[in-house]
């Protein structure tokens, strides 16, 4: 018998038995490279495959565990060429059925005339007249005790269901996780402290992964199946806290930051901020700003999220936190995700700003490389006071003179890095991140654990409900017939197509194949074009033909989700609306309803009949406007494993925990990794600093506390 290995958490796959070179290397392309990694890739369902029918009770259709005797193994080779069928017969006290195998030749060595074993499987109707009842490649196992009471893994117990990763499927996933716990080293310790295991009557970390890989008989099935068990609440709490305790420690440092400046509210600057506002601040506004200005004023650097709906007014109090700084004598950024969203920035504040002295630069890729180069050492030099651009501020060529606030619109479309990579800029500058997809608390707690949150909840006076249709294809005419009359009475729309696939290329066929279908259906009509591929240049163009009534109707693909701001739209036609998401169709119906216009979104399906999914995102649609209800019902329906998924929030998704299902745990996470961080801070308590390294290794490189503590 073959020597077992001792392995540790950390320790490569290759170590354990069973693993070669290439599962090794296709384990590590699927992401699982290490034995914790392996053990973390947990069942998605559960199989009870415990209790044992008889023969003779099986019914078509059922999938059941049987137990029984071998009788006439046969390998049979057909005409086609490698094709084998292994069919053998399964006695018990009470009947037979022929059990079928395909193409696993191998199988004829394993089952010997006689020997015992366990079945799991389907049971169907057979072709042989003189048995009636088969199973066609079932799950086995081989008992090799005469009393048949051994312990089994794949059948004769509660089996756990893997999803297939690194070319393996769940039954060899099933034995290699096995092989890891029968050799994980007796004596490795738990990464939470003992007192907080203790006091939250936790599992201890090696008894949660064998449970939760392979429940023990007497416990109940359900909590497994919906990952609410004893093992999952201890790996999700630490997945949790660990989480949080990086956030509570990047907030920490932040917080200790020594910024030397602090912002000064004079009488005169006071006057100036006055006199830039178009209109007065709501209530949401002014609380929202009061907290900006506090921060901006006190010694040590600001950090805060400013989240609000569709149209809130967001921007402008961005500006006057902006226009505070500058008047200070420092300049400020502003980062918006995409060309189109920037370049509506830079128009709308320079208008906003005629006649106030203070000097903006758009800082985008394109353009000409010599005006490129004119801009960055005008910012270099300080002669530029608010600079408004894309990613390419945070290119190595960019430098501030003395950047003292950065702000980033749509948040959520950057990931953390890139607003550290901002902030980098300068020295310790204030940052303000903005985004109108707001989100549910347990999310802001995760995402934006590290910032202050202000939120603006009301829409400005002027702003009018949009109404919102659902329509399928056999109303086109009529749509068109209504956006026809509302463009003769002076008013413009929007007609808005999605990407079938995430390239410049299909965004340039779906908005150009659209605009020429709308032409001829929409003769006498002026209309405009937007998509991803257009350049800089001509996106202004379109984008001021527009602003200034010239085009009547803005045909463009989901560039236009965020910010633009057209008052006199009052009409957004979504084509294939069912292929969109539910905050994202929420950010384009924002488009509209800017003035006292009654204002429209159509909602126009591709099908009469859209997926279950698909309705239930269009009918909250219909059903509410606002959204924070819009992003609880968005997080409910897609879960949080895509709503919280690295491409939108600059995190990895969770492995355990589910914010959904464990909000209660995700607070209580938090309230722990705040008192952890103050022991840290303090140096207070034995084993912080294996704490602190726990937290590096998970969460450093991403939140940006590898020197925290």
């Known amino acids: 018998m073959a020597e077992r290995r001792v392995v540790r958490y950390d320790t490569a796959l290759g170590w354990l038995r069973g693993v070669g070179d290439k599962r090794q290397r296709d384990l590590r392309r699927d992401g699982i490279a290490c034995v914790e990694e392996l053990l973390f890739h947990l069942p998605f369902r559960y199989e009870d495959r415990s209790r044992f029918a008889p023969v003779a009770d099986l019914r078509p259709g059922e999938r059941v565990s049987v137990q029984g005797r071998v009788v006439a193994p046969r390998l049979l ?11 053998m017969i399964v006695e018990d006290d009470s009947g037979a059925l022929t059990a079928i195998w395909f193409n696993q030749p191998y199988l004829e060595r394993l089952f010997p005339e006689g020997s015992l074993v366990i079945l799991y499987g389907e049971a169907s109707v057979g072709r042989q007249a003189a048995l009636t009842l088969q199973m066609e490649n079932a799950e086995y196992e081989v008992v090799t005790s005469e009393s048949g009471d051994e312990p089994t893994l794949h059948t004769g117990r509660v089996v756990p269901i893997y999803r297939r990763t690194g070319g393996l499927s769940s039954r060899r996933l099933r ?8 050799d994980l080293s007796p004596t490795l310790p738990d990464p939470l402290p003992r007192a907080l295991r203790e006091r939250m009557s936790l599992l201890g970390r090696r008894e949660a992964f064998e449970r939760i890989h392979f429940p023990p008989p007497e416990e109940p099935l359900a909590p497994y199946q919906d990952g609410t068990s004893e093992a999952h609440r201890r790996l999700a709490f630490e997945e949790l806290f660990f989480l949080q305790l990086g956030l509570a420690l990047r907030r920490q440092g932040v917080r200790a930051e020594a910024r030397g400046t602090a912002f000064a509210m004079t009488p005169a600057i006071r006057e100036r901020l006055k006199r830039v506002l178009p209109f007065r601040l709501t209530g949401g506004q002014r609380q929202a700003l009061q907290e900006i200005l506090a921060d901006l004023r006190s010694p040590h650097p600001m950090h805060r999220l400013l989240q609000g709906d569709v149209g809130c007014g967001k921007t402008i109090v961005a500006l006057l936190a902006a226009l505070l700084v500058i008047a200070n004598g420092h300049q400020a950024a502003f980062m918006a995700p995409t060309e189109v969203l920037a370049e509506q920035h830079f128009l709308g504040l320079r208008r906003l700003l005629d006649g106030s002295g203070v000097r903006l630069g758009l800082f985008t890729k394109g353009g000409k490389a010599a005006e490129r180069r004119e801009r960055e050492a005008a910012l270099a030099a300080g002669e530029i006071d608010l600079a408004i651009g894309t990613h390419a501020l945070i290119q190595e060529e960019i430098r501030f003179a003395r950047l003292g606030l950065a ?3 749509e948040q959520h479309r950057f990931g953390v890095v890139q607003r550290q990579s901002l902030r980098g800029k300068g020295a310790s500058p204030d940052l303000l991140v903005m ?3 707001p989100i549910p608390r347990s999310l802001a707690l995760t995402v934006y654990g590290d910032l202050d949150v202000s939120s603006i909840r009301e829409l400005p006076p002027g702003r009018t409900p949009v109404r919102t249709h659902l329509r399928g294809p056999e109303s086109r005419g009529q749509i068109l017939e209504f956006l026809r009359r509302e463009v003769q009475a002076g008013r413009q729309a929007y007609v808005v197509f999605p990407l079938v696939e995430e390239t410049e290329k299909s965004d340039l066929k779906a908005a150009t194949e659209g605009a020429e279908r ?12 937007l998509h991803g591929r257009l350049k800089s240049a001509e996106k202004e163009v379109a984008m001021a033909a527009f602003v200034a009534g010239e ?14 701001d057209v008052p006199n739209a009052n009409l957004i036609v979504i084509e294939h609306a ?11 119906r924002g488009r509209v309803g800017r003035a006292e216009h009654p204002s429209h979104c159509i909602l126009l399906t591709s099908s009469a009949a859209p997926g279950e999914d698909a309705r239930a995102r269009l009918e909250a649609m219909v059903a509410t406007h606002d959204g924070f209800r819009i992003a609880e019902e968005d997080l409910r329906l897609r879960g949080p494993g895509d709503f919280f998924g690295t491409r939108q929030w600059g995190l990895p998704p969770l492995r355990v925990a589910n914010l959904l299902r464990d909000r209660l745990l995700l607070e ?8 952890w961080s103050g022991a840290i801070a303090a140096g207070r308590g034995p084993g912080l600093e294996e704490l602190l390294a726990r937290v590096r290794a998970a969460w450093g490189a991403r939140l940006g506390v590898a020197a925290a503590g």
Do not use: K, M, W, Y
Request: hydrophobic share 45%; net charge positive; aromatic share 4%.
């Open 518 to 529: 709308l032409a001829n259906d929409l003769p006498g009509i002026t209309l405009g074009l």
């Open 668 to 675: 209580t996470a938090r309230e722990a990794a705040a008192e």
């Open 551 to 564: 085009a009547q109707v803005l045909v463009a693909t989901t560039v236009i989700e965020v910010g633009i």
């Open 175 to 182: 034995r290699l996780v096995h092989n890891a716990l029968q």
């Open 435 to 437: 985004t109108a997809t």
């Open 578 to 588: 069912e292929r969109f998401g539910l905050s994202q169709l929420h950010q384009l």
């Open 77 to 87: 080779r057909t005409r086609r060429r490698g094709f084998t069928i292994f069919r």
């Open 407 to 409: 702000i980033i619109d």
